[in-house]
């Protein structure tokens, strides 16, 4: 018989259905459940709304609880241990302590082992830390039971070597003894399911341990041993100091050969504890130390330390630590050697000893070191040098400062010495001798640094300073004469601006700007310490204001330092002219006189200048010398007057140019103070006196504006200056009796309302008019008084309602009349 299809068209047919069935029945089934969900969801939401409380995340992680549980197992079996050993040990016989002991013992520290091979890690690290903890009492009970008479602190000693041995060789040993238990990635699982630490197996296995207790343990226990022993041999400071550093350097040893984290953590805590207490103990040493055997010792010490320190700056895989390492092991070495020299060597030269030693570092800059080494020790020399430079700043600062002291003791006389010069009586600070010396082996230092070094511009500019420094307390150190304290102040001035002038280093403009800015800084610096030390006689005085105005309006001619060095020529030259003025015995306000050259020379300069840079320099120091000048004069005011139109002449001289044209309103301001201090010396009490040439000027400005700005409103032209006579006069007309007053204010107003509507101006035609009405009632109010006082008591009302009624008849005419007025004001400019 003949199938169609054929049978196995027909199975591969039926199969295909099947399979169809099947994914449906498995959609229709998850459809089921979703469904049966949400209605149980939703009949118990709506019959227990509150019945079921929202989920909370547990406060405790299971392998939190865990680990907590096995730490106070193992310190409630430790307590219960110790409280056996020292309570319950004597009911027991020599056997049986050996026993009890040594069975437990050996129990707790077997255990972990099998506990590892489990996957219990967690319980094995507990297991152990009591196993470690039992050893500690047997260490005791071995001491108070077999050797009781044997001394106690090189008992603790020989333990804490044999703990620390055996811990080692424990932990090494369980972690050859359970590989499968640090190997395999299943039984890491398993424990971290059971243990709830499945990184940190991981981080332990690839550490190669099995137990993190008792490698860290052992390594606390080894740094007891040499500092018992010490201790109980009775060794001295020395001694002491010598094993802790030798500690801290076996501590730093473990510490770039572990690991294990957790022994590489106790490495760094005990190599930074101990060497911080080598450290100072050394430094005390070389401190105290009062002779060369001694400070020789001390220096041994610091000298192991800085080994230590450079050692591992060497090996440190991190360029951080290994700076900060070379770095201390750098200023451990300069303190040792200049330990040694400070022994040696009198008090003075204690700083210079330990600055050469920490110049000396920076022979590694061409050594094969390490780069992060290399700049440790190169920054270990520039904290030296900077210590040294510190110890000679109160010298610097007394020389700097002192001749400020000659202000309240003018020309009282020429001192002894230089030394004199800048002191005036203060203390001068002691151990100053090699002062010069400190500084200029650090500018040295600076500046051969700055010739390879990539900070080459900081260590430039500090070299100059230095030198600066270097040349300034050198007269005062060395009590040279004045006169030539004074000279040689003034030689650093001229060197400082050769030095602006011409320095030409590689790479060019970028270095030249800031070497020649700090120059010529210094230079005016010392040009006004220059001019303080010289007040203390007349003829130096002279000398050096005089010198100081003609070096640098030179150096301002000649180079291209004009903004500043011209400034500090006008200034040295406001100087100068108020000391020749007192030498010549003439009085402070006369003198003033004398000042105001340099506001016209200031004024002659910047006009030839035009739009350089020094222009705007130079005008601003010639009008702080008329300030000075005009202060000078405030005592006499005829003077004052004389000075404050010399002023505004040189003002107006300015104001010719056509980029100042601004300066002519200062000028302005200044000739109308000159007329008024002149009439106020003169005791006029007329205010038209000081009123009158401020409106003449006022309207002239005005005028001149509405020319070149016809849209300029007459309330700016004019308003200020017709307002400056007009206010102040009609205030005095009123309390004046005469009639000469009021006549003439009342003819001026007149004249400037006619002016006003004659050409639609509404600031005179509003002013002018004003005044005029109120001089008018003011001459007419006694017979308005007599009017008034003559008419009955009931007119005044009655002539106030008649003109309401009035206005309210003619209410809408009004309107028309005011809005006339309005737009003939509003026409009006």
Request: charged share 10%.
């Amino acid at each position: 018989m003949t199938h169609f299809p054929s049978p196995a068209e027909e199975l591969r047919l039926l199969d295909t259905e099947l399979r169809q069935l099947d994914a449906r029945r498995a959609v229709l089934l998850n459809r089921r459940a979703w469904l049966v969900n949400a209605l149980y969801a939703q009949a118990a939401g709506q019959s227990h709304p509150s019945a079921r409380p929202p989920a909370r995340d547990p406060e405790a992680t299971a392998p939190g609880v865990q680990n907590v549980l096995l730490i106070l197992g193992g310190v409630l079996l430790t307590v219960a241990a110790l409280a056996f050993t020292l309570v319950s040990w004597g009911h027991l016989g020599i056997a049986g302590r050996s026993l009890v002991l040594g069975g437990v013992t050996l129990a707790a520290l077997a255990t972990p082992v099998a506990l590892l091979r489990r996957g219990l890690r967690s319980t094995a690290e507990a297991v152990a830390g009591l196993g470690m903890a039992l050893t500690v009492l047997d260490a005791y009970a071995l001491h108070e039971v077999a050797l009781p008479g044997t001394d106690g602190t090189g008992f603790a000693a020989a333990a804490s070597a044999v703990l620390a041995a055996t811990w080692a060789a424990y932990g090494l040993a369980v972690g050859r003894t359970a590989p499968q238990a640090v190997g395999d990635s299943r039984d890491r699982a398993s424990a971290g399911d059971a243990e709830g630490s499945p990184s940190a197996d991981a981080g332990a296995g690839r550490a190669r341990v099995a137990l993190r207790l008792p490698l860290p343990f052992a390594l606390v226990a080894a740094q007891l041993p040499l500092l018992l022993w010490v201790s109980a041999l009775g060794a001295g400071v020395e001694t002491v100091t010598a094993v802790v550093l030798v500690t801290a350097a076996a501590d730093s040893a473990v510490a770039l050969r572990a690991r294990v984290t957790p022994v590489r953590v106790v490495a760094l805590v005990g190599a930074f504890g101990w060497g911080a207490w080598g450290v100072l103990a050394a430094g005390w040493l070389s401190w105290a130390a009062t002779g060369p055997g001694s400070a020789a010792r001390a220096a041994a010490l610091l000298a192991l330390a800085a080994a230590t320190a450079l050692a591992v700056a060497r090996l440190s895989p991190r360029p951080g630590p290994a700076l900060g390492t070379a770095l201390t092991g750098g200023l451990l070495a300069v303190a040792a050697l200049g330990g040694v020299l400070r022994a040696v060597l009198p008090d003075v030269w204690t700083v210079p000893g330990y600055l050469l030693c920490g110049v000396a570092l920076l022979a590694v800059v061409r050594t094969g070191l390490p780069d992060a080494v290399r700049r440790g020790l190169v920054l270990s020399s520039v904290v030296v040098q900077a210590v040294a430079v510190v110890t000679a700043l109160p010298a610097v600062a007394v020389t700097l400062l002192g001749p400020v002291g000659w202000v309240e003791h003018l020309w009282s006389g020429a001192p002894a010495d230089a030394r004199a010069a800048v002191t005036v009586g203060a203390p001068w600070p002691p151990l100053t001798a090699t002062v010069p010396l400190v500084l200029a082996v650090v500018a040295g230092a600076s500046a051969l640094a700055g010739r390879t070094a990539a900070w080459r511009t900081p260590a430039l500019v500090g070299a100059l300073v230095l030198g600066w420094a270097t040349a300034l307390v050198f007269p005062a150190v060395l009590e040279i004469p004045y006169p030539a304290g004074l000279s040689a102040q003034g030689a650093v001035v001229v060197a400082l601006l050769v030095v602006a002038a011409r320095v030409r280093p590689a790479p060019g403009p970028g270095l030249r700007v800031p070497l020649s800015l700090t120059a010529v800084l210094l230079a005016l610096v010392t040009s006004v310490h220059l001019a303080l030390a010289a007040l203390a006689a007349e003829a130096a005085t002279l000398t050096v204001l005089a010198g100081a105005t003609a070096l640098f309006a030179l150096a301002a001619w000649r180079t291209d330092l004009g903004p500043l060095t011209a400034p500090a020529a006008l200034v040295h030259g406001t100087a100068l002219t108020c000391a020749v003025g007192a030498s010549a015995g003439w009085e402070t306000a006369h003198t003033a006189l004398l000042v105001l050259v340099v506001p016209a020379v200031a004024a002659l300069v910047a006009a030839r200048l035009g739009a350089s840079p020094m222009t705007v320099p130079v005008e601003v120091t010639g009008a702080a010398a008329g300030l000075a000048a005009i202060a000078l004069s405030v005592t006499d005011a005829p003077m004052l007057a004389l000075t404050l139109a010399l002023c505004g002449v040189v003002a107006a001289g300015t104001a010719v140019r056509p980029d100042r044209r601004n300066v002519g309103y200062a000028a302005a301001a200044l000739l109308v103070l000159a007329s008024w201090v002149r009439l106020a010396a003169w005791e006029v009490g007329s205010p038209e006196a000081y009123t009158l040439p401020v409106t003449v000027l006022a309207l002239a400005v005005g005028l001149l504006r509405r020319r070149r700005d016809p849209a300029a409103s007459s309330w700016t032209a004019y308003g200020p200056g017709l307002a400056a006579t007009f206010l102040p006069s009609l205030a005095a007309a009123w309390g004046d009796a005469h009639w000469l007053r009021p006549l003439l204010l009342g003819t001026a107003a007149l004249a400037v309302t006619l002016v006003g509507a004659r050409h639609r101006l509404q600031a005179p035609l509003l002013l002018g008019g004003a005044t005029l009405t109120l001089v008018t009632l003011h001459e007419l109010a006694p017979y308005i008084a007599q009017v008034v006082d003559a008419l009955p008591r009931w007119a005044p009302p009655a002539l106030a309602g008649l003109v309401l009624l009035a206005a309210g008849a003619t209410y809408e005419q009004r309107l028309r009349d005011a809005r006339r007025v309005r737009d003939v004001f509003g026409k009006m400019t």
